[in-house]
């Protein structure tokens, strides 16, 4: 490993267990699902390190946008069961290079607007409809990073919290704005189209609300872009 440190060239074993390892735990839980390290013994002796994980489900892709490898990533780190909250905290700070401690900031904020997926409130923006600044790049991903994208939210829906389960609910509308345009090349925005309410009806061609559920399908689209 070319070691220079003075204390890890006296005592590598020590410095490899208590500086590297912990490192290497944070730095790759963000990828790997419920990352650990664990101790191989022989005659009370460790003899190796063992990594293991949660493998990823075959055919998935390679590439995700951002906003999707982003949502994996704090999951991961936030749901590792093998993690101190204080290692989360520090991989959460890496993953997003932040400056120590603004994690931890964060989640144990008083703020109202906290998110599960934790972002630097310095970076709101109160142009776009979501609460989560990441999500503003929802727009431009494909249908099948969204439906990723919403089955990330619902994995860990009970911790959700107020303004993520907002965010969810217009991601959810994003989607069915995507199906209907995929199954009707013709359609468009209707213009001067409002955010649906409760006292108005969803009046889109051939489309059917079985569940009832009221939907906000105009909210997220503010530009000409999508007529």
């Not at 204080?86 to 932040?98: E, G, H, L, P």
């Not at 989560?132 to 939210?153: D, F, G, Q, T, W």
């Not at 108005?200 to 051939?206: I, M």
Request: charged share 30%; proline share 4%.
């Amino acid at each position: 490993m070319n070691i220079t440190n003075a204390t890890a060239q006296k005592n590598p074993a020590e410095y490899l267990r208590t500086k590297v390892l912990p490192v290497v735990s944070e730095d790759l839980s963000a990828i790997f699902p419920q990352f650990r390290i664990e101790k191989e013994k022989y005659n009370r002796k460790i003899r190796k390190y063992k990594f293991t994980w949660i493998p990823e489900a075959q055919n998935q892709d390679v590439i995700l946008p951002k906003v999707v490898e982003a949502s994996i990533a704090i999951k991961n780190i936030r749901e590792n069961k093998y993690l101190s909250n204080t290692s989360k905290y520090k991989a959460i700070d890496k993953y997003y290079n932040w400056k120590a401690g603004t994690a931890k900031k964060i989640i144990n904020s008083t703020k109202k607007n906290v998110s599960y997926f934790v972002y630097d409130p310095e970076d709101e923006n109160d142009k776009i409809a979501y609460h989560r600044p990441m999500l503003a790049s929802v727009s431009k991903i494909e249908l099948k990073s969204l439906e990723k994208l919403i089955e990330i939210y619902h994995s860990v829906e009970d911790k959700l919290t107020d303004y993520d389960r907002e965010d969810l609910r217009y991601l959810e509308s994003h989607k069915v704005f995507l199906q209907v345009k995929a199954d009707n090349k013709k359609f468009k925005i209707p213009k001067g189209a409002k955010i649906i309410s409760e006292e108005t009806e969803l009046a889109l061609p051939n489309f059917n609300i079985n569940d009832n559920k009221q939907l906000d399908m105009f909210s997220n689209f503010d530009d000409d872009s999508y007529y």
